[in-house]
Nanobody, 125 residues
């Protein structure tokens, strides 16, 4: 499994970015997929999850109404549209796959995911 993120960059507060995650070795449509982020000195936190075979998604409260997770099954890509960015949204954003159904806890818990991309940096000034 390989996950490759892109689309990060530097943006002013209130601006928008769209992150992409190109997946290989698994299908984004047939797997739960997620976005996480990690700021310096902080733990990796879940941002959004989209559930396999559906358009159903879950979001962390801090991004609800501003971020949208989606996927393109034909391209086998995952996306995160981020609008009205805040300074505290600045972090390295990671794409995740390989959901551990046997584990307990929230789907936004990083411990429930096996595969990670290398991350893409988002800076908000």
């Amino acid at each position: 499994v390989q996950l490759v993120e892109s689309g990060g960059g530097s943006v002013r507060a209130g601006g928008s970015l769209r992150l992409s995650c190109a997946a290989s070795g698994l299908g984004v449509s047939s797997n739960n997929m997620a976005w996480f982020r990690q700021a310096p000195g902080q733990e990796r936190e879940g941002v959004a999850v989209i559930y396999k075979g559906t358009t159903t998604a879950s979001y962390d409260d801090s991004v609800k109404g501003r971020f949208t997770i989606s996927r393109d099954n034909a391209k086998n890509e995952l996306y995160l549209q981020m609008n009205n960015l805040k300074p505290w949204d600045a972090a390295v954003y990671y794409c995740a796959a390989g959901f551990r159904y046997s584990a307990s806890g929230s789907a936004l818990d990083a411990r429930r995911w096996n595969y990670w991309g290398q991350g893409t940096q988002v800076t908000v000034s």
